[in-house]
């Protein structure tokens, strides 16, 4: 992605450091954050300085790799250790477990301590490689459904952030608007965390992609005015029956989007998609602290006393999504067997 005419990408690997763009302090601020030990990538996770399903799975695989060096003596009950650590920090993305076995499986193939080593690194590195080129083939994919003068909505943040590079929702965006197509994007402001408006809107300016933010309860508003053409999210995790779990609010929007006959794409790697989940019911629901939905920015904007209840995530049901823009192409949700054991 380009920030201020730069590129980036939202998590890489330094020697046995770990780095990341801070996405707490975005958009006033644009920090990049060293990461030294398992406790910080466990505490980055969780605090969500890195969040979105496919970026949390690079920082997974990164995260393991970096303790497999740091160990003298690598063990499999040391690995797993670690491994069940990061696995706990967010439950409901499954690229989380995916990243973490890719590295652990490439380490325990070795019996050699230097190579154990080396694997657990290349693989690190390969999986975050394939994870953006996954993306960059959504985008290809997904431009093809996009028309000119096309009105997009999306909620909370698929882009580049949430991703090792060019999102997931926000791919096809950005390839529809490079291929000179002209392009609106509503944003759900995305509360409690806002990711709409503090990550998607940046990512959207930067690109210099045409956007509003809107306040979350405004999307029935327009579709029903007739005034958004598609709607297209992530997700963080997928079922076998084409379920689909992402943030929260998602499920309203997609039955308001079914109701109004607009169109609702899901754009995802196949790593996010967990065939052992036979519908969206197995699919667990991280719930955070209630404080993210009394306060905004840290001012306590709820009456005194009176207590919240925050999931981070919803779940779509299958009959309301149109399809899913994966790297392997674009299916409905009965087709998803097609690419069972396909991902890299
Ligand atoms: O809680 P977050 O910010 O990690 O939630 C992110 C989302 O819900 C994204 O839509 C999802 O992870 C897909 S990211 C490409």
């Known amino acids: 992605m380009r920030i ?72 499999f009950e040391k690995i797993e250790d670690v491994r069940n650590n990061l696995f706990r920090t967010r439950p409901t993305a499954y690229d989380l477990e995916h990243g973490l076995a890719h590295v652990m499986n490439a380490a325990l193939l070795e019996t050699e301590i230097h190579k154990m080593k080396q694997a657990a690194m290349e693989s690190a590195k390969a999986y975050a490689d394939d994870s953006a080129e996954a993306c960059r083939k959504i985008g290809e994919f997904g431009n093809e459904l996009i028309k000119d003068g096309d009105r997009l909505l999306t909620h909370c943040n698929a882009g580049a952030l949430a991703t090792v590079d060019y999102g997931t929702a926000l791919a096809p965006m950005r390839i529809a608007h490079e291929n000179g197509k002209k392009i609106f994007v509503y944003v759900d402001e995305t509360r409690p965390r806002l990711q709409g408006a503090k990550l998607t809107a940046f990512e959207l300016h930067e690109e210099g992609i045409e956007h509003a933010v809107i306040a979350d309860n405004a999307a029935g508003y327009y579709m029903a005015q007739g005034k958004v053409d598609m709607v297209i999210t992530g997700t963080d995790r997928v079922a076998a029956n084409g379920d689909v779990a992402n943030k929260i609010g998602t499920y309203e929007k997609a039955v308001v989007a079914h109701e109004n006959g607009i169109p609702v794409y899901i754009a995802a790697p196949l790593s996010t998609i967990d065939f052992t989940c036979s519908s969206g019911k197995d699919i667990p629901i991280e719930e955070r602290d209630q404080n993210e939905v009394l306060d905004v920015n840290g001012f306590r904007i709820a009456s005194a006393g009176s207590p919240a209840l925050n999931p981070a995530f919803d779940v779509t049901p299958a009959k309301y999504i149109t399809g899913f823009i994966t790297e392997k192409g674009v299916f409905k949700p009965t087709e998803l067997y097609k690419v069972k054991n396909q991902h890299a």
């Open 4 to 75: 201020k005419g730069k590129s980036y990408r939202t998590v890489w690997m330094e020697n046995n450091t770990v780095c990341i763009i801070e996405q707490n302090r975005l958009p006033e601020s644009f920090e990049i954050v060293r990461i030294d030990s398992t406790e910080q990538v466990a505490n980055a996770i969780k605090t969500m300085m890195i969040r979105g399903a496919p970026a949390i799975g690079a920082m997974g695989a990164f995260g393991l790799a970096q303790a497999i060096n740091q160990m003298k003596e690598p063990t």
